[in-house]
């Protein structure tokens, strides 16, 4: 899915294409299909590494985070963006501040600057990638598995006035489409009540009336 977005809120150009279970990408040019196939195919031992690890983390077996959201079906869309887009430019907003659904985002840029997260007290923070690293941010599903403990941050993109052209590539790597999300039990008791309503991952997804692959955050309309 091409889009360009430059109205008030939003100043980017984007590519969106299903990564996983399957790539789905536009056959031309060759090059792009080639590059995509093996980055996400290498991404998936980062994936699985991220999931062990954060499992073990959170006091559960290696494994329970691949099997509770069935990560080998899990549903992954890439994002290439261009800021500011090529044809009109309005404002410094790239993406305005939002969360983003599944378990993580992994991001790579060209050049440095233009992300920000916010902190817990309520500051912009800019977020400094090193060369030739991935930043990891946890998602909306993370947040729900673990009632709240691990946060899903609100982050955006600030594009200096347009000054300087910045690329990333966002993947949101998310459970399987039809996985329920529900806060486990582990971390609901009666001193933490559930915090979040249960959907499954594709309801999540068409909440607020947007096809799978917009992946947009109802983070919102599912706290209890
Ligand atoms: O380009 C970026 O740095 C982040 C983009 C982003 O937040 C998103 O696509 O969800
Ligand atoms: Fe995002």
Known sequence: MWGLNCHAGENREYLKVVAHPQLHCPAKPATLSEVLEEYFERFQDVKTGLARAISKILGFEEGYIEKVFDLTSGFDVAAMNVYPPNFQSKG???VPSHTDPGFFVSLIQDVD????????????????????????????????????????????????????RRISLATLHGPSLDTLVIPASEFVDQFHPPGYRGTTYKESLEANGHYEIEVQSCLEQLRL
Do not use: C
């Open 92 to 94: 410094s907003i790239g």
């Open 113 to 164: 600057g233009g992300l920000r997260v916010l902190s817990h007290k309520g500051k912009w923070i800019n977020v400094y990638i090193p060369r030739n690293a991935f930043l990891i941010q946890i998602g909306d599903h993370l947040e729900i598995l673990t009632n709240g403990k691990y946060k899903s941050h609100v982050h955006q993109v600030v594009v200096d006035n347009n000054k300087v």
